[in-house]
């Protein structure tokens, strides 16, 4: 049964506590987590790309000359796709790319990131996140005294107006409820940390 440090946020170790082996170690199942970022990913697109077919174009529907006697090859209209400035054939079309996992297979995933990022050292673990002030610098301070500067996940368990305001001006910083944690953002991040909470209330989910 893996263990891991928790800390306060002065970075001191305050007790050990055990994860479940369902949870956090279990074998890293690779061709799963692509499948997971392939899906988050693709929920991810706008689909707003649009193009016009040849009832949308601007021109005459005209026909440009008589079909036959002059010589050249028979054309309908100036709106004709082999034309220039002609109207596009099959072209895309705004659509939702999303799509959904199955649920056993996103939870598999979620639980080859979590065990990922333990084995790598890049998960921790904080009491709580209680602070006193809203302040961006107080909690940036609170964030450098455990040695994170780049792509940070925070991950707690209700809502906490002080933690939401100091950290969305840092663009570094990403906080998120412990249970709309997605594989992508695990793997995303290079250190992911979740409060005493958080981390608890995740594993009873995904045992």
Known sequence: ??????KNLENKVVETL???????AVPVNE????????????????????????????????????????????????????WRGGGTVFGPKPRDYGYQLPRKMFRAALRSALSLKLGDSELSVVDAFTLESHRTKLFWESLGKFGLTRKILLVDHKENPNLLLASRNLPEVRLLPSLQVTPYQLINARHVV???????????VLK
């Open 18 to 24: 055990e994860l479940a082996d369902e949870v956090f």
């Open 1 to 6: 049964m893996p263990k891991i440090e928790v």
């Open 31 to 82: 061709g799963l987590l692509h499948d997971a970022v392939k899906q988050y990913l693709a929920t991810r697109r706008s689909g707003t790309h649009s193009t016009k077919t040849r009832d949308q174009v601007s021109g005459s529907g005209r026909k440009p000359w008589r079909q036959k006697g002059t010589g050249r090859a028979r054309v309908g209209s100036v709106r004709n796709p082999l």
């Open 194 to 204: 979740f409060s005493k909470s958080a981390i608890q209330d995740l594993e009873e």
